[in-house]
């Protein structure tokens, strides 16, 4: 089982900046794939940024160029660096993990951007 805890969400206002991260633990040995999805009021949950066997990244179109997603090994953390933030970046963001075959999910943390 693989448990997942993020952090670092919060209120901010629109072109500021926020840096989420997710923790995880328990037999976390050989996930294959680490990131972050977000839920709007009203919308489907949707993938941020997802970083697959340590070196593949994919972002989605909304925020390339303004988030970074990262992974520590060592510290069984991934993090997202959110700049530029937008209003309709407000969302419950989620962390994920997946190893074959299951999906973890983190409890979700949010994020206001609002003046």
């Known amino acids: 089982q693989v448990q997942l805890v993020e952090s670092g969400g919060g209120l901010v206002q629109p072109g500021g900046s926020l840096r989420l991260s997710c923790a995880a633990s328990?037999?976390?040995?050989?996930?294959?794939?680490m990131g972050w999805y977000r839920q709007a009021p009203g919308k489907e949950r949707e993938l941020v940024a997802l970083?697959?066997?340590?070196?593949?990244?994919t972002y989605a179109d909304s925020v390339k160029g303004r988030f970074t997603v990262s992974r520590d090994n060592t510290k069984k953390t991934v993090y997202l660096q959110m700049n530029s933030l937008k209003p309709e970046d407000t969302a419950v963001y989620y962390c994920?993990?997946?190893?074959?075959?299951?999906?973890?999910w983190g409890q979700g943390t949010q994020v206001t951007v609002s003046s």
């Open positions: 994920y993990g997946y190893r074959y075959p299951s999906h973890y």
């Open positions: 328990g037999s976390i040995f050989s996930i294959n794939s």
């Open positions: 970083v697959t066997d340590g070196t593949i990244i």
